[in-house]
């Protein structure tokens, strides 16, 4: 297709009398890395619920593919191939990490009647999990119940998880929270494998990760979009600038 993949007309959101989305427009392109920085408070967090379905849109469309999923229900977007890494909250715990990958690659595959059949003993679904497994390092904890995982692993494991639906865009809240240093390399590593193979629209604090990763870059303060343009363009934005003194270190 042609067009943008993602489209956000104007959107807005309050929580009571507090603006917290005001009037975002934005166009993310196939292929496209596309990462949103702002300070703390800015909305991001609310931008991806709107995006993903799990919060209620007042105002404005969500574009997916040029079809208007505005009131789409969220599983109905994840059928549309728009997924999104529910951080931690998507770890089963007391599974495996290759029978999380699996339940995940059977919920695509859309047979979750057969829940109570090991999905890590079928085949069909074992094969592709350990194959993500092994892409994300995590080829020999596979074994290991999500538990017993280190925060890092569970980070990249919960990537795993949101790849085996097989989105067109992945949508990613703070991927490297909370890692270390070594976890936090791993994880931009894989980002930059996936990089032009799908669209992916990256919330991160990391402005070292974010200007080496990102195709372009957006600024959200106050629930409003100041800037958007590539790495480059963002670091030299006197604006930008402006509103993360004190804040944060654009200058990665
Ligand atoms: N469910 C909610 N009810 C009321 N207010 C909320 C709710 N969720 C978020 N807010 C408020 O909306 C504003 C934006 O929050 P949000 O979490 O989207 O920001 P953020 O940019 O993701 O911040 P951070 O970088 O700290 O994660 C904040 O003032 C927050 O207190």
């Known amino acids: 297709m042609s067009g943008p993949i993602l489209q956000l007309e104007r959107l807005g959101k309050n929580y009571g009398a507090l603006r917290v989305t005001d009037d975002v427009s934005l ?17 991001k967090t609310t931008l991806v619920h709107q995006i993903s379905g799990l919060a209620r849109t007042d105002s404005g ?17 994840v059928r549309l ?17 290759l ?32 194959e993500l497994l092994d892409r994300f390092g995590l080829g020999a904890r596979a074994d290991v119940p999500a538990s017993l995982l280190s925060y890092g692993e569970k980070r990249q494991l919960e990537l795993a998880i949101a790849l085996a639906t097989d989105p067109k865009l992945l949508i990613l809240d703070e991927p490297l929270a ?12 894989i980002l930059r494998g996936l990089k032009g ?20 870059v957006s600024v959200l ?3 409003r979009l ?7 363009a963002i670091r030299s934005d006197a604006q930008v600038r402006a509103a993360y003194l004190g804040e944060e270190e654009v200058v990665a």
């Open 27 to 43: 166009a993310i392109e196939p292929g496209e890395l596309h990462a949103i920085i702002g300070p703390n408070g800015a909305g």
């Open 61 to 77: 469309r969500i574009l997916f593919e040029g079809q208007d999923v505005t009131r789409t229900r969220m599983p109905e977007r």
């Open 81 to 97: 191939g728009l997924a999104r890494s529910f951080q931690i909250t998507s770890v089963l715990p007391g599974f495996t990490a």
């Open 99 to 130: 029978e999380n990958v699996a339940l995940a690659v059977q919920a695509r595959s859309g047979s979750s009647f057969r829940f109570f059949t090991p999905a890590s003993r079928d085949p069909a679904l074992n094969r592709p999990a350990r």
């Open 178 to 189: 909370g890692t270390s240093h070594d976890e936090s390399r791993a994880v931009v590593e």
């Open 197 to 216: 193979r799908i669209s992916i629209l990256l919330i991160e604090h990391d402005m070292e990760a974010v200007f080496s990763l990102a195709d372009r």
């Open 221 to 223: 303060v106050y629930g």
């Open 226 to 232: 100041i800037a958007t343009g590539t790495p480059a």
